[in-house]
T-cell receptor, first 114, second 113 residues
Framework: KAGVTQTPRYLIKTRGQQVTLSCSPI?????VSWYQQTPGQGLQFLFE???????NKGNFPGRFSGRQFSNSRSEMNVSTLELGDSALYLC?????????????FGAGSRLTVL | AQSVTQLDSQVPVFEEAPVELRCNYSSSVSVYLFWYVQYPNQGLQLLLKYLSGSTLVKGINGFEAEFNKSQTSFHLRKPSVHISDTAEYFCAVIYDNTDKLIFGTGTRLQVFP
């Protein structure tokens, strides 16, 4: 069974540009969560989607947005990139939204903003 | 605010020695507790979880953790570490069925030969 697939794995952008990251969940997983990981802040929750609806949102500015498609694949977008947006962006999926469901993580998309 | 505290940012240890990685959480009515491991250039992988029942939880790769409600702790232990255990370890908590997983800041375990 294929794991959680995140694309691209690595990318470099410049300040002011925008970026879109993709996450394809494990078959049957309908919940997708996004996290930002940086050395200084650790893992910060961005948002969670289930059945194409955003269920939870972390404390990030409006430049960070996401969506989920009918096939459960999810994308996140960051507009007007800043140097501080450089991070590893992790996607995690689970079958449902119950807290008892274990998250399965992808390998991440490493974004570098120059 | 509810949080997760991993007091040790780095833990150096020699191969075959025992190790304990500490995790404390905020007092709450109910909690689900998790330990994840992250190897270099990879995502997080579940080591073990506590949802209910026995307070001693056994996970993969010989790790175990004990839920201690009175001390609001969920420390991770391994009796004998291997070089391949070198990684970052994250404790995570879900409070009161909120469905939001809150992570600690992580502990980097460095195993030396």
């Amino acid at each position: 069974k294929a794991g959680v697939t995140q694309t691209p794995r690595y990318l470099i952008k410049t300040r002011g540009q925008q970026v879109t990251l993709s996450c394809s969940p494990i078959s049957g997983h309908r919940s997708v969560s996004w996290y930002q990981q940086t050395p200084g802040q650790g893992l910060q929750f961005l948002f969670e989607y289930f059945s194409e609806t955003q269920r939870n949102k972390g404390n990030f500015p409006g430049r960070f947005s996401g969506r989920q498609f009918s096939n459960s694949r999810s994308e996140m977008n960051v507009s007007t990139l800043e140097l501080g947006d450089s991070a590893l962006y992790l996607c995690a999926t689970s079958p449902g939204v119950s807290g008892a469901n274990v998250l399965t993580f992808g390998a991440g998309s490493r974004l570098t903003v120059l | 605010a509810q949080s997760v505290t991993q007091l040790d940012s780095q833990v150096p240890v020699f191969e075959e020695a025992p190790v304990e990685l500490r995790c404390n959480y905020s007092s709450s009515v109910s909690v689900y507790l998790f330990w994840y491991v992250q190897y270099p250039n990879q995502g997080l992988q579940l080591l073990l979880k506590y949802l209910s029942g026995s307070t001693l939880v056994k996970g993969i790769n010989g790790f175990e953790a004990e839920f201690n409600k009175s001390q609001t702790s969920f420390h991770l232990r391994k009796p004998s570490v291997h070089i391949s255990d070198t990684a970052e370890y994250f404790c995570a908590v879900i409070y009161d069925n909120t469905d939001k997983l809150i992570f600690g800041t992580g502990t980097r375990l460095q195993v030396f030969p």
